[in-house]
């Protein structure tokens, strides 16, 4: 019993029961809590939260075709696509990233290395024998913070740890099949939505909003396919890119989980790269019309919440 010496203290006692009756949840919450059933049901479909958890470090190989968006050398299709090649080592226990693409087509050829670690990090351009310091505040920007979420399984990781993010948007039919539609913000501030099918529980899709310079508000949708086992974990087998409507991606996946030889991808040799001043940290993104239906885009590639490189400067598009 509160001291009759204390008032501020019983006072205090007295007032902090009837508040604590009159707590009804509010959509939020009920909201919340729908969509963390719909990631639990996930997690279990793809291996469960222990397997997850045990992921230190991910080797994943992407190969395919690419359809470049407003950058193939013919105004109609039936375009031919071009070749890509990814290779990607990430170490979650240390935060560090190993990348090295290699592409072809519409024009382009690239070959480009990209290793992140201790915070900060370094571009090699293979062909042009460059390279480029990633300074700290760069190495979080979404063109390098988009390979956590390259996996189903690196996504469903994220979004056990940012649980009070999750939202349930609803129900939609995707590849005629029900999903349960899900959000939440992913680190570095990135908000996704996760396709989860209503049979299988696992994620068919994510998807996110951007600004087009060209057409405003659009989506750009990376779609999971073809699942199989890969250990205690379930990861799909093929990865196709939707952007704007339109798909620009298809590739197929191989992945592996706690390799031994992950540590090797980290060691860069520098010897015959010529090294060039950083990126500004920031390129505003501009629009110049050339003529009636002929534009260039400047400085979208690396801005783009998903994209296949920062090699790109310069798009031509079609009216």
Known sequence: MADAKDPVRSVALHDTGPFAAENPETLAERSQARARKVIDAAVAAIGGSEALRSIETLKLQLQGETWPRLQMPTPSAPFEPGSFQESLVLDLKENRLHLEQRVSGAGFDGH?????????????????????????????????????????????????????????LGDDQFKGRQHNVVTFVMPYTQQVALYVDARTALISKYELVFTDPLRGQEASEIMFSDYTSAGKLKVPQTWTWRFAGDVVARYTVQAQFNAADADRAFEMADAGFRKVPALPLNLKPSVEKLADGVYVIHNVAGQNPEHDGDRIRRLRARG
Do not use: C, W
């Not at 990209?114 to 293979?126: L, Q």
């Not at 460059?130 to 979004?159: D, K, M």
């Open 112 to 168: 480009n290395t990209v290793v992140i670690k201790a915070g900060k990090g370094v571009a090699y351009d293979h062909r042009a024998r460059t390279a480029t310091p990633i300074p700290p505040e760069q190495a979080t920007q979404q063109q390098f913070v988009q390979y956590y979420r390259r996996l189903p399984n690196l996504i469903l990781r994220q979004a056990l740890d940012g649980a009070n993010s999750l939202r349930y």
